[in-house]
C-alpha cells in the first residue's frame, strides 16, 4: 500500500527569525528546570494532542519513548480520563493543568484544576509547570502555523 506524499512546510521560521528561534531555545531549555523529563514528555505529548501538531507530537512520542516510556503510556495519554490507572496523581493533576491552560476557551484555568496541581506540587514546581505548559504551547503553534512537517525526528542518544 502506497503511503500518500508528505506535504511542505510554509515556511522555514527559524532561519526567517532567528532571534526569535534562539529566544525559544533559552525559553525552552529554562522551561526543563524544575520539571522531570517523565512529566516534561507528558506534558509535551499532551499539549500537542490538543493543538493537533504533528511535527511535535512525532518528536516528543519519539523521545519520551527513547527515555524508556511505554508506548501503551502514550497511546492511553489522549484517552486519559478513561485510563487514570496508566498515571500517577502527580502525572494527572499535570496532565489536567496542561489540557486547562492549554484549552483557555473552556474558561481560563479552574480553580479546582489549579487547586488540585497545587496539591501535588510545591510553588517553585508548579511555576515550572507552568512555564513548561506554556513553552510547549508556542511551539505548536509555530509547528502548526508553519506546517512544519513530522516523521524525520531522531532522539538524541
Known sequence: MERLPEHAPRLDWAKLAPEA???MI????????GVEPTLL???????????????CLDMHSKDALAAGESAERIIQLD?????????????IAAIE?????????DGF?????????????????LACLIVAITTIN???RFGVSTRLVPGHHTPSA
Open 21 to 23: 528561534y534562539k529566544a
Open 26 to 33: 533559552r525559553l525552552d531549555t529554562a522551561a526543563r528546570q
Open 41 to 55: 514528555n507528558l506534558v509535551k505529548i499532551r499539549a500537542s494532542q490538543i493543538n493537533h501538531c504533528a511535527f
Open 79 to 91: 484517552a486519559w480520563t478513561e485510563s487514570k490507572h496508566f498515571y500517577t496523581a502527580k502525572e
Open 97 to 105: 493543568l496542561t489540557e486547562a491552560i492549554t484549552v483557555l476557551t
Open 109 to 125: 484555568v479552574p480553580d479546582e484544576v489549579y487547586a488540585r496541581a497545587a496539591n501535588e506540587f510545591d510553588e517553585t514546581e
Open 138 to 140: 508556542a511551539w505548536n
